[in-house]
């Protein structure tokens, strides 16, 4: 890696070395909200869009650009690396990811195909190459993959859910199918991952959004010992950093997988969960609607955010979760000054 990359802010702070200022990135920064996004996606749909490494990353640059942020992250989506394993994926207007052909009793796992990512979606791979051409050579790239619960959640219940009834079933009912499953979706996560950074990103976001509807128990009897299996097929190559929404009872299980940085969402109290668990970095954690507030009020949440960090080396900013269509741009932006210029008062 080169010295420009290794000593940028966002990697120092990955590290839980000390930095000019804390560095900020946002979680979906390239999406609906900004009107560079809908120009290139009012041209295909957004499987195409994931699919076309030309038009990935355009979208990733533009949006790093566009709003001065210390990291880009790959334009891809979670479920794409579901299709080559059998797989139907659709992303329905207004309705978000549907899949056709879920999961639905213990022996729909055995038709559940394994695949290596760098032959079965060469897109991703393609648009690492290019992004990391398109962006300048001190801003880290960082790419992602979903975790083993929240990929399994949506082959069980073959879409967005809201009480997770058909995952969480399965998951009591029969816990070897369950262990089979989460075992085929962690060994194709590996190498999807292992080979995002063969193909030059320089940290790796793990996202188990919606581990949240488990309890601590759960988590650790389910969830846990897949992660770690994950975490452990790519530890030490780049730092990883791992994130889940509602998740402030299950860090301290979550913090076990073995990620450098923790990442919280918005109901996680930054400074006093940093302390406890002794992690080396942690990212969050503002509430994304906050962003639609008076930018008086963003700026002073975004001071507390600061404050409960308390200017500690390792300091990630970021949100507690994806920014949401319709946040107004202006405010995304004058996040990105406020934390650039105020954090030099904590640190
Ligand atoms: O800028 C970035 O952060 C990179 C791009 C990115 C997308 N999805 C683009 C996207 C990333 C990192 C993701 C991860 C992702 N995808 C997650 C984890 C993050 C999180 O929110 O917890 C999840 C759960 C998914 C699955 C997914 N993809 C859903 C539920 C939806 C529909 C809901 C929605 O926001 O539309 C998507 C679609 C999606 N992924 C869009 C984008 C820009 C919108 C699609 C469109 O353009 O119509």
Request: charged share 20%.
């Amino acid at each position: 890696m080169s010295d420009n990359l290794h000593n940028s802010r966002f990697l120092k702070a990955c590290r839980g070395e000390k930095a000019d200022a804390t560095p900020i990135w946002l979680m979906r920064q390239a999406g609906r909200y900004m009107p560079e996004y809908q120009a290139v996606r009012s041209k295909t749909t957004f499987l195409g869009l994931c699919k076309t490494p030309e038009l990935a990353c355009q979208v990733t640059v533009e949006a790093q650009e566009k709003l001065g942020v210390d990291a880009a992250i790959l334009f891809a989506d979670l479920l794409p690396v579901l299709e080559p394993m059998g797989f139907a994926l659709d992303y329905k207007e207004g309705e978000g990811p549907v899949i056709g052909n879920p999961v639905r009793v213990a022996k729909d796992v055995d038709r559940v195909k394994l695949h290596k990512p760098l032959s079965t979606m060469p897109f991703v791979y393609d648009a690492i190459l290019l992004i990391r051409r398109g962006l300048k050579p001190d801003i880290p790239l960082i790419g992602f993959a979903g975790l083993p619960f929240t990929l399994a959640a949506y082959t069980i219940e073959g879409g967005s859910s809201k009480h997770f009834q058909h995952a969480k079933t399965f998951m009591l009912n029969d816990e070897g199918a369950w262990n089979e499953l989460l075992g085929k979706l962690s060994r194709v996560v590996i190498d999807y991952v292992n080979a995002q950074i063969d193909a030059g990103v320089q940290a790796v976001q793990l996202f188990d959004s919606w581990v949240g509807c488990l309890g601590p128990a759960e988590y650790r009897r389910y969830v846990l010992p897949h992660t770690k299996a994950v975490v452990a097929g790519i530890k030490s190559r780049v730092p990883i950093i791992h994130f889940g929404v509602g998740t402030a009872t299950l860090v301290d299980a979550m913090h076990e997988a073995g990620a450098d940085v923790m990442g919280f969402d918005w109901q996680t109290p930054i400074g006093a969960t940093w302390k406890r668990l002794g992690v080396c970095a942690v990212q969050g954690n503002l509430d994304p609607i906050t962003l639609f507030a008076r930018r008086e009020v963003v700026l002073e949440k975004a001071g507390e955010v600061l404050k409960d960090a308390g200017g500690r080396p390792g300091h990630i900013f970021n949100l507690g979760h994806g920014i949401l269509p319709g946040t107004p741009v202006d405010n995304v932006r004058a996040l990105v000054n406020y934390v650039h210029e105020r954090s030099v008062e904590h640190i």
